[in-house]
T-cell receptor, first 111, second 114 residues
């Protein structure tokens, strides 16, 4: 039973384009939604996170958009660069409970 | 400040062999955990610990053992390796293990079981 569904599984974007990765969740009690970025041969690292009291959070070229009514959140990467090529995981948690990860999206940005 | 250190980086086992994956952290984190990463499956929690002497099962604990004798170390033992355990294993730690804390991951161990 997958509580956080992530799409697409893979994404190819041209340099300068916008990359969009989507996640949907089922448990309305989730109150923390982070995104982790993983480069090949490395472990995941926290990229950006949001709580449901805001609809958007922006850090540089990375933005999380959050739609509480639709139970969806997405990562937007503006002006995508080859250095952004990585696997991205969305996740969700409730209170002090453990993070539940999505299945991951492999992003490739071509010059 | 090394963060989370995992050894070895690569390992090949034969079915039925046993081995221990090592994990150490130098951030004085109470919480340590093991995940496995498989294509299309994301990151799945195997076992975790909220402090020395305290361990608990995660989502996929079968075939794995853990112990936590010190704050710094959290080894993962495969008792009798099976091909289904071929995966990339990550150790992760955080201050207290709350779901809204930043998780620090090691660089992983790629394990193949033949």
């Amino acid at each position: 039973q997958q509580q956080v569904k992530q799409s697409p599984q893979s994404l190819i974007v041209q340099k300068g384009g916008i990359s969009i990765i989507n996640c949907a969740y089922e448990n309305t009690a989730f109150d923390y939604f982070p995104w982790y970025q993983q480069f090949p041969g490395k472990g995941p690292a926290l990229l950006i996170a949001i709580r449901p009291d805001v609809s958007e959070k922006k850090e540089g070229r990375f933005t999380i958009s959050f739609n509480k009514s639709a139970k969806q959140f997405s990562l937007h990467i503006m002006d995508s660069q080859p250095g952004d090529s990585a696997t991205y995981f969305c996740a969700a948690s409730m209170g002090t409970d453990k993070l539940i990860f999505g299945t991951g999206t492999r992003l490739q940005v071509f010059p | 400040n090394a963060g989370v250190t995992q050894t070895p980086k690569f390992q090949v086992l034969k079915t039925g062999q046993s081995m221990t994956l090592q994990c150490a952290q130098d951030m004085n984190h109470e919480y340590m955990s093991w995940y496995r990463q498989d294509p299309g499956m994301g990151l799945r929690l195997i076992h975790y610990s909220v402090g020395a002497g305290i361990t608990d099962q995660g989502e996929v604990p079968n075939g794995y053992n853990v112990s936590r004798s010190t704050t710094e170390d959290f080894p993962l033992r495969l008792l009798s390796a099976a091909p289904s355990q071929t995966s990339v294993y990550f150790c992760a730690s955080s201050y207290l293990g709350r779901g809204n804390e930043k998780l620090f991951f090691g660089s992983g161990t790629q394990l193949s079981v033949l």
